[in-house]
């Protein structure tokens, strides 16, 4: 079984252990493809990753990174001419919290259970600096996400405070994503400061999230 978390310092794990990727761009490959909700076309990955390199020489050089990939994943990543993707029994946490988050409506033990995996920002302490437009996108995204989380607490609040479901009470570890987060991102300066990062990153949202 392959976890990959990307909320807080990302980590990818079989069966609970942790899969070592040695090389960085790999590493940042996989991380991109398992955020987005459907497979990523290969031209994307070139443009996202070497867009100053010769077509062919990129073309290879994204081949060899996959190689390494599925050598180390096997079935785990889907490859094939045209896309690239992420097997439908890999566990993502930036997937599943948005993925519950959004279903959870005002349920109370939905919310937590969703807020629980916001274990840290998105990618926390990963950079690539030889690829700006795939740290323009993980920023946005960064942001992005933790405006989600932000938003989501004052309905738990409320939900709190008018008895829905009045035997949850948020946690301060839950499943394999312990949580010590909730505190911190209700805070009204972590919040405020979310639009501020964000200036100059969502140019490369329309083609990149």
Same mark, same amino acid.
């Given at each position: ?15 609970? &252990? ?28 070139? &443009? ?75 990618? &926390? ?23 989600k989380a932000v938003m989501a607490l004052p309905g738990l609040r409320c939900c709190m405070r008018t008895g829905a479901n009045s035997n949850s009470r948020l946690p301060v570890s839950t499943g394999p994503y312990p949580s010590t987060r909730c505190k911190r991102i209700c805070s009204e300066k972590e919040s405020a400061s979310i639009s501020s ?13």
């Amino acid at each position: 079984m392959i976890d990959i978390c990307l909320l807080g310092h990302p980590n990818v794990l079989r069966d609970g &252990e942790p899969l070592k990727i040695s090389r960085r761009k790999s590493r940042a490959i996989l991380f991109y493809s398992a955020a987005q909700a459907q497979p990523v076309p290969r031209q994307a990955l070139l &443009e996202l990753f070497w867009p100053d390199l010769p077509r062919t020489a990129a073309q290879q050089t994204l081949r060899t990174s996959l190689h390494g990939l599925r050598t180390e994943l096997g079935a785990a990543l889907q490859v094939d001419e045209q896309v690239i993707g992420i097997a439908s029994d890999v566990r993502v946490d930036v997937q599943e919290f948005s993925e519950k988050l959004d279903a959870a409506g005002s349920d109370i033990p939905n919310l937590v259970q969703a807020l629980s995996l916001y274990r840290g920002d998105f990618l &926390e302490g990963f950079i690539l600096p030889d690829a700006g437009a795939f740290e323009d996108w993980m920023y946005f995204e960064r942001d992005h996400l933790r405006q989600k989380a932000v938003m989501a607490l004052p309905g738990l609040r409320c939900c709190m405070r008018t008895g829905a479901n009045s035997n949850s009470r948020l946690p301060v570890s839950t499943g394999p994503y312990p949580s010590t987060r909730c505190k911190r991102i209700c805070s009204e300066k972590e919040s405020a400061s979310i639009s501020s990062r964000a200036t100059g990153r969502a140019r490369s949202s329309a083609m990149m999230s």
